[in-house]
């Protein structure tokens, strides 16, 4: 695997054990870590879905990917969660709040490596991007963080 699918797999991995902890009961969510997870959604909003008359632009649609490494580095400071690097590495468990962010956040920090390659590098391939793109918006995505959770 490349580095940019082997940061998405793990991330997905991270995510997954974050939420099926929270499912089986290993990690219920404070009332901190709601507001949180309700904040994140609210700054959020409108990353997912442009306009469908209008075709975003690779960069544009780079930049919102990049926008939730910021939205995260926020949110686990608000919550005094440390993100871990997810690449390479086994979520701790029981996964609770931190390792959920670190999962989110993996994928927005690819973004703003992309950003910061795009005038060297040049654009990073569509097929990458759209991957990526998935993870947060669309059914089963971070779009969908809230309905995961039972508490």
Known sequence: MDEFATRL?????????AIEDAQEGRWTRTPLERQVMDDIATATIGFGYPDPSVEPSLRARVCRIATWAGVLRLAARAGGWELAPVVGAT????????????AVYAVGEQGETWLRRLPTDGPP???????????VTGPGSVEDLRQFFYD
């Open 9 to 17: 797999h793990d991330a997905w991995e991270w995510w997954h054990a």
């Open 91 to 102: 979520p701790p468990r029981p996964a609770g709040m931190a390792e959920l962010l670190s």
């Open 125 to 135: 391939p569509p097929r990458a991007v759209a991957r990526f793109e998935a993870f």
